[in-house]
């Protein structure tokens, strides 16, 4: 039904935001109640919240310290911690206890690719998509442990239906239909420099999804955390899309969640490059913390510890254990994940009605980020993993963090799989692998796997396709 004007502008006048109405007047029976509906569920408190935050983190109140963390087995005593941690994830796994989850709901504009990032063809040789990647990844978990393990897809705004459609003209790549759960995140509009409402056509605001951070409202709001409860499901783990390496399923960092009680944990990889853009783990006046790159004083990203070596060694890689309890206290009471403020170009309508694409940022997007949880959390562990074994993103469609970087890092880690089973792989100048190589999850997700089920040659001499 079509809500008044006067109902409407009442309500846009008590927040500062009539503008909205601008194009009122022009617009269709239908127009009108697409807006009407969209301003009526417009949470104006959030906004209002989101603009008065700032959690970026101000240098001058920062007290930092280094946090430690557990560094992959470099002694005996460390390598009984890691087996016994691995046994806790088997047992977790093989029990029902844990769900992967992917965030997959950014508008991946770096990469520029036309549909869901998950449906990059990234597979060196097959070009198969990062989406079947993980899937595979959890179906081969699932037979390993023989358990159905539930896989938790979170979209955006505008990819959810592609998604949606992707997986279900593949099959979803072998998963029980059921135990694949699509869901979509919330979007929060943005604001102009005045922290006005911003239209993009006359019938509509301007919305964007409501970061990474939104995963754990989207997971209450949409049911999840509920259904995952009801399966007896404890555990998520959390990754993200465009990282074809990650090991979606990892028994250690979920042994070491689950045997530490944590309700929130982390991987971290050493950073190698002071300025890489990575979250930094430290502790800031007692709390551990992950802080964006771009809050840390530039003296501290580079600081260095007598031996030589970062002094904050540990940069976050965006993969997570939740509990699944931890979700369930977050949402109770209302989410309370503060918004970072991204400065940001976005279209908008002149008084005449014309689309304008700005040269500069013009407004000001709000997003949640999911590390901010962790101050959240009761406990959390932090665990360290090798970047040539899980980290390698699809971030822009050239040079660096592009696909043809994580293309050769995946054929590097299936080279090293198998010259650790004696398997002799040619290389090139460089040491890398001379021709492409690459293992489907549903082969080997591992050297170890890789070991029992391998049937390929000694000798590797020309490029090596091993699927099922
Ligand atoms: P990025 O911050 O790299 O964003 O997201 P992006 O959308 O992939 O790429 P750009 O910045 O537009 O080029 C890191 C991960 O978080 C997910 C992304 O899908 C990716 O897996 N994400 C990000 C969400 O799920 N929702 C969001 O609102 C933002």
Redesign the pocket.
């Known amino acids: 039904m079509a809500r008044e004007a006067s109902e409407l502008a009442a309500l846009l006048g008590r927040h500062g935001q009539q503008h909205v109405l601008a194009f009122w007047d022009k617009l269709s029976a239908r127009e009108r109640v697409i807006l009407g509906e969209q301003i009526a569920a417009l949470d104006f408190g959030l906004l209002e919240r989101a603009q008065r935050q700032d959690p970026a983190a101000k240098s001058e109140a920062l007290n930092l310290e280094p946090e430690p963390f557990i560094r992959l087995p470099y002694d005996a005593q460390s390598v009984l911690k890691w087996r016994q941690a691995r046994h806790v994830g088997q047992e977790a796994l093989a029990a029902g206890r844990v769900a992967a989850m992917v965030?997959?709901?950014?508008?991946?504009?770096?990469?520029g690719f036309d549909g869901p990032?998950g449906a990059f063809p990234i597979g060196p040789i097959s070009r198969r998509t990062l989406f079947q990647i993980h899937a595979e990844k959890v179906l081969a978990a699932s037979r390993r442990y023989a358990r159905e393990i539930p896989f938790l897809i979170?979209t955006?705004p505008s990819n959810d239906s592609e998604t949606k459609y992707f997986f279900k003209q593949h099959g979803f790549f072998g998963l029980p239909h059921d135990s694949v759960k699509i869901f979509q995140?919330s979007q929060m509009p943005a604001v102009d420099m005045k922290g006005k409402l911003i239209l993009d056509a006359p019938d509509h605001i301007f919305v964007s999804?409501?970061?990474?951070g939104?995963?754990l409202k989207a997971l209450w709001d949409c049911g999840i955390a509920a259904w995952l409860e009801q399966r007896g499901v404890d555990t998520i783990s959390y990754f993200?899309?465009?990282n074809p390496l990650v090991s979606v399923l990892d028994p250690c960092f979920i042994g070491f969640h689950i045997e530490a009680g944590a309700e929130m944990s982390l991987k971290l990889l050493e950073r190698s490059d002071p300025d890489e853009k990575l979250g930094i783990w430290v502790n800031n006046g007692g709390a551990a913390m992950v802080i964006e790159y771009s809050d840390m004083p530039e003296a501290e990203m580079h600081a260095c510890t007598p031996d030589g070596s970062l002094k904050y060694p540990g940069g976050s890689i965006?993969i997570h254990c939740f509990d699944v309890g931890f979700v369930r206290r977050l949402n109770e009471k209302g989410i309370a994940l503060p918004y970072h403020r991204a400065r940001k170009k976005v279209a908008y309508l002149d008084s005449s009605g014309a689309l304008i694409q700005p040269d500069e940022p013009n407004a000001t997007k709000f997003?949640m980020f999911v590390f901010d949880a962790l101050l959240l959390a009761k406990k959390t562990v932090a665990v360290e993993t090798a970047r040539a074994e899980e980290f390698s993103p699809v971030?822009n469609a050239e040079g660096a963090d592009s696909p043809e970087t994580a293309r050769r890092d995946m054929a590097r880690q299936y080279a090293r799989w198998l010259h650790s089973i004696g398997v002799t792989v040619r290389t090139d100048a460089n040491g890398d692998p001379a021709d492409m190589i690459e293992i489907s999850p549903l082969v080997a997700d591992d050297s170890e796997t890789l070991r029992m089920n391998y049937c390929g040659p000694n000798d590797v001499r020309g490029s090596l396709l091993l699927a099922q």
């Open positions: 965030v997959a709901g950014g508008q991946g504009t770096r990469l990032k979170m955006g995140q999804p409501d970061g990474h939104g995963s993200q899309v465009d965006a997003e971030k």
